[in-house]
């Protein structure tokens, strides 16, 4: 049964930063992409970032490209979303998910597992 458990959440100041963590178990982790995705409330969930099984590949949503960066470590099973430069607007629960397969999707329906997600609030 793969269980995904998200961290790092919680209140910052706009122009801060937070780093999120996804420990990850249950499957090979090193075999299957992951990603980051978040949802305001009122709004529909919005693909933030991927990473695929090696890390070697990344891809980013608009709204976060220069800001967030994603990363793993396949030997503590981890996947990581650093975040700089926080904006109001990135507030909203954060979800981490894991792949069917290798690649890096950017839609929720490329994604089989997902995390119970981590409030991230940006005050302005």
């Known amino acids: 049964q793969v269980q995904l458990v998200e961290s790092g959440g919680g209140l910052v100041q706009a122009g801060g930063s937070l780093r999120l963590s996804c420990a990850a178990s249950?499957?090979?982790?090193?075999?299957?992409?992951m990603g980051w995705f978040r949802q305001a409330p009122g709004k529909e969930r919005e693909f933030v970032a991927a990473?695929?099984?090696?890390?070697?590949?990344?891809r980013y949503g608009d709204s976060v490209k220069g800001r967030f960066t994603i990363s793993r470590d396949n030997a503590k099973n981890t996947v990581y979303l650093q975040m700089n430069s926080l904006k109001p607007e990135d507030t909203a629960v954060y979800y981490c998910?894991?792949?069917?397969?290798?690649?890096?999707?950017?839609?929720?329906?490329?994604?089989?597992?997902w995390g119970q997600g981590t409030q991230v609030t940006v005050s302005s």
């Open positions: 249950g499957r090979t982790f090193s075999s299957y992409g």
């Open positions: 998910a894991q792949t069917y397969d290798h690649g890096i999707g950017s839609r929720p329906n490329e994604y089989g597992y």
């Open positions: 990473i695929n099984w090696s890390g070697s590949s990344t």
